[in-house]
């Protein structure tokens, strides 16, 4: 028996950095753990410091990193995160 691979989301936050200028959006990336190609998760615009990630399929980790974009354009990217999700 197979079951179908189901979408599902994980829900990041982090703490916001203090920035000048002002924070005006974050960019969360993802892959599948260790593959070499990141995928920019569309959220839209938020200085909001949390998203839901969706789109996701079972039984897969996910590495995550994200970054602070300023008016003079994206900075460093936090260290790397993994999670799995559920089967």
Do not use: H, Q
């Amino acid at each position: 028996c197979k079951f179908p691979l189901v979408p599902l989301k994980m829900v990041l936050s982090w703490p916001a950095p203090s920035a000048t200028p002002s924070i005006t959006d974050y960019t969360i990336k993802f892959r599948i753990e260790n593959a070499s190609d990141w995928t920019t998760f569309n959220d839209g615009v938020s200085t909001t410091a949390s998203v839901t990630v969706t789109g996701l399929t079972t039984g897969e980790t996910y590495d995550f990193k994200v970054a602070a974009v300023i008016s003079d354009g994206t900075g460093t990217y936090s260290s790397v995160v993994s999670s799995r999700t559920s089967d």
